[in-house]
């Protein structure tokens, strides 16, 4: 093990930049943690969808399927029948998660095949929408449509840190 860490110390004690690295690390591990009262909640960093203004508060939230070569019409029949599932007057959000179809490999995580099943995806929920409810009652009309990448790329610094401190857990 010693043989392996060698050339790593050797390049924290021999570099000047990753010596001063070290160092401010060193420093950063004295630094008293702030204490936080037992009334007070602790700071919870994640990715806040309604204040960077993408979805309303209380929105009702349903998940599109994980991209495939075979979709289904019964798939985006689900999807509706969820998103009817929610009162009338709640805010209504599709997630597309071409993110994790990528993490996933989804469609081999081809990033031409991933949009392409969704936009096949939402052609689909609004045709059969229309067909099931009509033009005056469709449920899609007021669905709030979400693309993963998009929603992260809005506060990337605290979408890292909720990964992160969701792998701690």
């Not at 960093?45 to 204040?51: A, W």
């Not at 007057?89 to 998660?97: A, Y």
Request: without cysteine.
């Amino acid at each position: 093990l010693n043989t392996l860490l060698q050339p790593v110390r050797d390049h924290f004690t021999n570099d000047e930049t990753a010596k001063g690295l070290l160092e401010q690390v060193r420093e950063f591990k004295r630094e008293a943690t702030p204490v936080v009262s037992e009334d007070e909640a602790p700071k919870v960093f994640r990715l806040d969808l309604v204040k960077e203004g993408v979805v309303q508060p209380n929105s009702h939230l349903v998940m599109a399927p994980l991209p495939n070569s075979n979709p289904t019409m019964q798939s985006a029949a689900d999807i509706l029948t969820k998103l009817k599932a929610a009162d009338t007057d709640t805010p209504k959000v599709l997630l597309l998660r071409d993110w994790t179809a990528i993490v996933n490999n989804a469609l081999d995580a081809d990033l031409k095949l991933i949009p392409a099943y969704h936009a096949i995806l939402l052609s689909t929920l609004r045709a059969i929408d229309i067909h099931l409810h009509g033009e005056d009652e469709a449920i899609m009309k007021n669905v709030t449509i979400v693309l993963q990448s998009e929603a992260i790329l809005k506060d990337p610094s605290n979408y890292w840190i909720s990964v992160i401190n969701a792998g701690r857990h």
